[in-house]
């Protein structure tokens, strides 16, 4: 399977961006696999902002991403979406979402199998 991530963009603090990941080609993700989405600031290492279950039973987040962010599996779209609200400058990386058997509640990009390319949040002062 390939991850497809795209919705980023350049937004103002405190403004909202939705994020999308689509899984395509071969192969498949599993009720059991976990969906993560991650971010990587320029010089600064890819941590681990959202997750959630396939089967979209469970949900877990980092504290930065907690009570701004929600993680959730669009069924019409076939995708994982990450709505991004009240951003702030410190918010802006490239995110990635991710997805692998991992255990639900890992948060270690190590753990999660297949990689998107990549979207890039830009939020303004």
């Known amino acids: 399977v390939q991850l497809q991530a795209s919705g980023g963009g350049l937004v103002q603090a405190g403004g909202s961006l939705r994020l999308s990941c689509a899984p395509s080609?071969?192969?498949?993700?599993?009720?059991?696999?976990?969906v993560g989405w991650f971010r990587q600031a320029p010089g600064k290492e890819r941590e681990f902002v959202a997750g959630v279950r396939w089967s979209r039973d469970s949900t877990y987040y980092s504290d930065s991403a907690k009570g701004r962010f929600t993680i959730s599996r669009e069924n019409a779209k076939n995708t994982i979406d990450l709505q991004m609200n009240s951003l702030k400058p410190e918010d802006t990386a490239v995110y990635f979402c991710a997805t692998g058997t991992t255990q639900f509640g890992t948060t270690r990009a190590a753990d999660f199998r297949t990689w998107g390319q990549g979207t890039l949040v830009t939020v303004s002062s």
């Open positions: 080609g071969p192969g498949r993700i599993f009720s059991s696999h976990i």
